[in-house]
Antibody, heavy 117, light 110 residues
């Protein structure tokens, strides 16, 4: 059974850097074709894809947020980490991680991050 | 402004068939497969359809997907009250080099 769980701070101040961790089980990020991505959803708004990292360390970022995002993986720990710099109140959202494989994906439950001073 | 365009709302009565459209371009739907997600209130999105028309295990066959050119559709037949949710389409975009979503469609069961 594939499971993913997001963790990180629930509250960050403007200009701070957000670090989120996705801890997963039931698959390996060293398996060919597997990727883990991050998606966010501001309150009452649509989903927005942020970043994706593949088994071979290929990384893809949302063009609009690329300068602020870094995605890394630790295969031995079954974790993917997303950092987002210079946080702003508009970045308040629920952040999800998801496993991507063979056209399908499995999502975590999400973690809510509020940006406020 | 979402890259993929969906109607903001849809509705139907129990037992009815409803369809939700998703319009894109040659760089996304036109050249890649489409996924559909169901998001019940207060929960994470759940994969409903992948690769245009495939259902993951456990998804009822009342849900079906199709794609033609740069548009895709999700059809729900035998509408039930528990189908009331937000529905999102998604596809890879070759120009942006990232997955893109539709703006979501809120389905109301009258």
């Amino acid at each position: 059974q594939i499971t993913l769980k997001e963790s990180g701070p629930t509250l960050v101040k403007p200009t701070q850097t957000l670090t989120l961790t996705c801890t997963f089980s039931g698959f390996s990020l060293s398996t060919s074709g597997v990727g883990v991505g991050w998606i966010r959803q501001p309150p009452g708004k649509a989903l927005e894809w942020l970043a994706l990292i593949y088994w071979d360390d290929d990384k893809r970022y949302s063009p609009s947020l690329k300068s602020r995002l870094t995605i890394t993986k630790d295969t031995s720990k079954n974790q993917v980490v997303l950092t987002m710099t210079n946080m702003d109140p508009v970045d308040t959202a629920t952040y999800y991680c998801a496993q991507i494989y063979g056209g399908m994906d499995v999502w975590g439950q999400g973690t809510t991050v509020t940006v406020s001073s | 402004q979402s890259v993929l365009t969906q109607p903001p709302s849809a509705s139907g009565t129990p037992g009815q068939r409803v369809t939700i459209s998703c319009s894109g371009s040659s760089s996304n739907i036109g050249s890649n497969t489409v996924n559909w997600y169901q998001q019940l209130p207060g929960t994470a999105p759940k994969l409903l359809i992948y690769s245009n028309n495939q259902r993951p295990s456990g998804v009822p066959d009342r849900f079906s997907g199709s794609k033609s050119g740069t548009s895709a559709s999700l059809a729900i037949s035998g509408l039930q009250s528990e189908d009331e949710a937000d529905y999102y389409c998604a596809a890879w975009d070759d120009s942006l080099n990232v997955r893109v979503f539709g703006g979501g469609t809120k389905l109301t069961v009258l």
